[in-house]
C-alpha cells in the first residue's frame, strides 16, 4: 500500500562517484520535494518540482541535481559524493490543492513522505 | 513561512497523556498548522491538521486559541510505540514549502 516509494533504502558510494536515488508515487501528485536528513536533524528542503517545474533552494549545492521524467517518477542525482553528504534522502509528495474557503473543511497541502533512503559515502 | 518553535525533548510514563506545545508567533492569516511523526529511519508520517479551536482524530487532538499564535498537539494515553519525533509546521494550503523545526523528541517510558 506504499503511496511513495524510495529505492533503494540503503544505498552506499564511494567519494566522488555518481549515484542516483529514486522516488516514485502512485497519488498522482503534482508537486513532488527531496530532502536531506542528517543524523538528529530535521529534514532540510533540497528541492521541489511543481509539475515540470524545478524549483531549487537557494543553499543546495550544484552537486545536487534532480530529473522528473513523469508525474510519477522523480531522481535526485548527486554527481561527486562527499563524506558530508552522508544522510538520509526524503522524498516527498503534496497536491497543490488548495483549503475550502471554510477553514477546517478541507485539508491543506499534506506532504506524504517515503521511508527514506540512507546514503553512505566510503 | 511561519517559523515554529517547539522543545527539544519531552519524556513521558506509559498511558500518560502528552501534550507538545508549538509556538508559532508570526502565524499568516491563511496557514494551517500541520503535525507530523517521524520514527528512527522512517519518513514523516502526518497525524493532524488544523486552523483554530480544536481538531480530533482517532490518532491525536490539536488545540489552537482564537490567536492562532500556538497550538498543543495531545497524545491520549501514549504507548511505548509512540516515542518518536514529532514535527510542528506552519504554511498555506495549496501548493507550499515548508520549514521543518527542530521538532519535540517525545520518550515514552515504560
Known amino acids: 500500500d506504499a503511496m511513495v516509494i524510495q529505492n533503494p533504502r540503503y544505498q552506499v558510494t564511494q567519494f566522488g562517484k555518481p549515484v542516483t536515488l529514486s522516488c516514485s508515487q502512485t497519488l498522482n501528485h503534482n508537486v513532488m520535494y527531496w530532502y536531506q536528513q542528517k543524523s538528529s536533524q530535521a529534514p532540510k528542503l533540497l528541492f521541489h518540482y511543481y509539475d515540470k517545474d524545478f524549483n531549487n533552494e537557494a543553499d543546495t549545492p550544484d552537486n545536487f541535481q534532480s530529473r522528473r521524467p513523469n508525474t510519477s517518477f522523480c531522481f535526485l542525482d548527486i554527481r561527486s559524493p562527499g563524506l558530508g553528504d552522508a544522510a538520509m534522502y526524503l522524498c516527498?509528495?503534496?497536491?497543490?490543492?488548495?483549503?475550502?474557503?471554510?477553514?477546517?473543511?478541507?485539508?491543506?497541502?499534506?506532504?506524504?513522505f517515503g521511508a527514506g533512503t540512507r546514503l553512505s559515502v566510503l | 513561512l511561519a517559523k515554529t518553535t517547539q522543545p527539544i525533548s519531552m519524556d513521558s510514563y506509559e498511558g500518560q497523556e502528552v501534550n507538545i506545545t508549538c509556538s508559532h508567533n508570526n502565524i499568516a492569516t491563511n496557514d494551517y498548522i500541520t503535525w507530523y511523526q517521524q520514527f528512527p529511519s522512517q519518513g514523516p508520517r502526518f497525524i493532524i491538521q488544523g486552523y483554530k479551536t480544536k481538531v480530533t482524530n482517532e490518532v491525536a487532538s490539536l488545540f489552537i486559541p482564537a490567536d492562532r499564535k500556538s497550538s498543543t498537539l495531545s497524545l491520549p494515553r501514549v504507548s511505548l510505540s509512540d516515542t518518536a519525533v514529532y514535527y510542528c509546521?506552519?504554511?498555506?494550503?495549496?501548493?507550499?514549502?515548508?520549514?521543518f523545526g527542530t521538532g519535540t523528541k517525545l520518550q515514552v517510558i515504560p
Open positions: 509546521l506552519a504554511g498555506s494550503g495549496g501548493y507550499q514549502k515548508v520549514t
Open positions: 516527498a509528495t503534496s497536491s497543490n490543492r488548495p483549503p475550502s474557503a471554510v477553514h477546517g473543511r478541507e485539508r491543506a497541502n499534506i506532504q506524504y
